[in-house]
């Protein structure tokens, strides 16, 4: 049974850095939120299970509280749905902020934004129809230390790689919306949860495209889902880890941050520290080496270490793959290291 709820001009004002008024607020968006999962559709019922789905509690901000409250659902891929790629409709500083796809920055969600890059960078036209096909009411937005804006009727296929520059940065977020006036979801009334619910469904396909599912297949078959991208890359980093801890040297992960590589391993003699960037490919494939990656490895050199791992007895690696093998630059954002299997020796 759909539970009924609105918004009033006076729960827009809810929307401050005060305890009282954000309860009342959250109140509102719990009832939401139980009657989104009854409404939406089938394709929505991995996002129904528990831990998939939240609202926002009061949130302290220096001396008051975060000026808003909000809600989302996520894909089971990600154990923590703040951390991936989400449905979200929230309203703060007196507006609504987000009613679409929203992806959070400040680094706190490294998977789901390598998985929407790769998405979009794999299929640029198929991104553009998509994002064209949503209509006037619709928006693109990223933003950080840089800003990108386009209507959706306005979406052009040069956008793309300017969108691609910016979501390659950790820090920026992106909100892919439905713009939506004050005044009009308070005309909704209690039909709110209805128009909420057709805009995800509307939003959909696009959702399952960044998530990776929307990529076209291999000829060995379809893409890995995320949770087996996620596996695969952790499995080869700890293999590497305990590689290079076997031969003596101090090894720190650091991966879940934007310094280009995984690992640092360090020389207990002589100190120098090896720079490592994992890649898993169990099956041949294009080892690629993002933005951030590449810079680092320029910096860093004979100190920059790619290795790539197929399976526990076949582990790889090529030092300083900038100047000892041929680097191709796709879609001028990745260098492709054309002759890895050549080039990398066994570890």
């Given at each position: 049974?759909?539970?009924?709820?609105?918004?009033?001009?006076?729960?827009?004002l809810d929307a401050r850095p005060r305890l009282e008024p954000l309860r009342r607020l959250r109140a509102k968006?719990?009832?939401?939120?139980?009657?989104?999962?009854?409404?939406?559709?089938?394709?929505?019922?991995?996002?129904?299970?528990?831990?998939?789905?939240?609202?926002?509690?009061?949130?302290?901000?220096?001396?008051?509280?975060?000026?808003?409250?909000?809600?989302?659902?996520?894909?089971?891929?990600?154990?923590?749905?703040?951390?991936?790629?989400?449905?979200?409709?929230?309203?703060?500083?007196?507006?609504?902020?987000?009613?679409?796809?929203?992806?959070?920055?400040?680094?706190?969600?490294?998977?789901?934004?390598?998985?929407?890059?790769?998405?979009?960078?794999?299929?640029?036209?198929?991104?553009?129809?998509?994002?064209?096909?949503?209509?006037?009411?619709?928006?693109?937005?990223?933003?950080?230390?840089?800003?990108?804006?386009?209507?959706?009727?306005?979406?052009?296929?040069?956008?793309?790689?300017?969108?691609?520059?910016?979501?390659?940065?950790?820090?920026?977020?992106?909100?892919?919306?439905?713009?939506?006036?004050?005044?009009?979801?308070?005309?909704?009334?209690?039909?709110?949860p209805g128009h909420v619910g057709m805009t995800f469904e509307k939003l959909y396909p696009l959702y399952s495209?960044?998530?990776?599912?929307?990529?076209?297949?291999?000829?060995?078959?379809?893409?890995?889902?995320?949770?087996?991208?996620?596996?695969?890359?952790?499995?080869?980093?700890?293999?590497?880890?305990?590689?290079?801890?076997?031969?003596?040297?101090?090894?720190?992960?650091?991966?879940?941050?934007?310094?280009?590589?995984?690992?640092?391993?360090?020389d207990r003699k002589t100190g120098r520290v090896r720079r490592i960037e994992v890649k898993s490919r169990k099956?041949?494939?294009?080892?690629?080496?993002?933005?951030?990656?590449?810079?680092?490895?320029?910096?860093?050199?004979?100190?920059?270490?790619?290795?790539?791992?197929?399976?526990?007895?076949?582990?790889?690696?090529?030092?300083?793959?900038?100047?000892?093998?041929?680097?191709?630059?796709?879609?001028?954002?990745?260098?492709?290291?054309?002759?890895?299997?050549?080039?990398?020796?066994?570890?």
């Amino acid at each position: 049974m759909e539970l009924q709820v609105s918004f009033t001009r006076e729960d827009f004002l809810d929307a401050r850095p005060r305890l009282e008024p954000l309860r009342r607020l959250r109140a509102k968006f719990r009832i939401l939120e139980g009657s989104l999962l009854t409404l939406l559709p089938k394709q929505f019922n991995s996002m129904k299970r528990s831990g998939c789905h939240f609202v926002s509690r009061p949130n302290r901000r220096g001396g008051g509280y975060w000026h808003g409250v909000w809600l989302g659902l996520g894909s089971p891929a990600y154990r923590n749905p703040r951390r991936g790629l989400q449905f979200q409709f929230g309203i703060e500083d007196g507006s609504v902020f987000c009613c679409g796809i929203w992806m959070q920055g400040r680094r706190q969600t490294p998977l789901a934004r390598r998985l929407a890059w790769s998405a979009i960078n794999a299929n640029p036209n198929e991104f553009f129809h998509l994002i064209r096909r949503l209509g006037p009411e619709y928006y693109v937005s990223l933003w950080n230390s840089h800003e990108f804006w386009r209507g959706a009727t306005e979406f052009t296929v040069e956008d793309v790689n300017s969108l691609l520059d910016v979501l390659s940065d950790p820090d920026s977020f992106l909100d892919i919306s439905r713009y939506l006036p004050n005044r009009e979801v308070i005309s909704w009334r209690d039909k709110l949860p209805g128009h909420v619910g057709m805009t995800f469904e509307k939003l959909y396909p696009l959702y399952s495209f960044l998530l990776g599912s929307g990529q076209i297949k291999k000829r060995r078959g379809s893409l890995p889902s995320p949770e087996k991208i996620l596996e695969s890359s952790i499995w080869a980093e700890n293999l590497v880890r305990k590689f290079e801890t076997a031969k003596r040297r101090i090894v720190k992960v650091v991966s879940d941050r934007p310094v280009g590589y995984d690992l640092e391993s360090k020389d207990r003699k002589t100190g120098r520290v090896r720079r490592i960037e994992v890649k898993s490919r169990k099956i041949d494939g294009r080892i690629q080496l993002t933005p951030n990656e590449y810079r680092a490895a320029r910096k860093y050199g004979p100190d920059y270490y790619v290795y790539i791992v197929r399976s526990k007895k076949d582990v790889r690696f090529i030092r300083n793959p900038v100047q000892s093998c041929d680097m191709m630059m796709r879609n001028q954002r990745v260098w492709e290291i054309v002759d890895w299997a050549d080039r990398a020796r066994a570890a």
